[in-house]
């Protein structure tokens, strides 16, 4: 993990991110300035690993996260890509690396896409 910035260099006052979003491994551009929400829930994300060791479900190591950009609608994305289901849950991963997870979509609620904080960098 690279070391976090402080909020009020990441988050406007309207709340919003101040700055692109971008994958920590590769440096693809995820999220454009602007264009997400702060927000503070707790979500358990697996660990960081390629996208097909996702989708099996199998491995419960990870980490509860708390601090992440709020997304409405999936095209604001630049650029994300999403697991198979995980019983109601799709994780989001860079579309480039296919790293991840770097978020969290529920699909019992198609107008929130979670983008950890801690598992992107910032430009």
């Known amino acids: 993990m690279e070391p976090a910035e402080p909020l009020n260099e990441l988050v406007?006052?309207?709340?919003?991110?101040?700055?692109?979003?971008?994958?920590?491994r590769c440096g693809s551009r995820v999220l454009q300035p602007?264009?997400?929400?702060?927000?503070?829930?707790?979500?358990f994300l697996p660990s960081m690993r390629k996208k097909p060791a996702l989708a099996d479900g199998s491995n419960p190591d990870g980490e509860l996260l708390q601090e992440h950009w709020l997304v409405d609608d999936m095209f604001?994305?630049?650029?994300?890509?999403?697991?198979?289901?995980?019983?109601n849950i799709k994780f989001l991963v860079c579309a480039?690396?296919?790293?991840?997870?770097?978020?969290?979509?529920?699909?019992?609620?198609k107008n929130s896409f979670y983008v950890a904080l801690e598992r992107v960098s910032h430009e």
């Open 96 to 109: 480039d690396c296919e790293i991840g997870p770097i978020g969290w979509h529920c699909l019992d609620d």
């Open 12 to 24: 406007s006052a309207e709340g919003r991110n101040r700055k692109a979003v971008l994958c920590q």
């Open 76 to 87: 604001i994305f630049e650029n994300v890509g999403f697991t198979k289901d995980v019983g």
């Open 34 to 43: 602007g264009t997400a929400l702060f927000s503070r829930r707790q979500l």
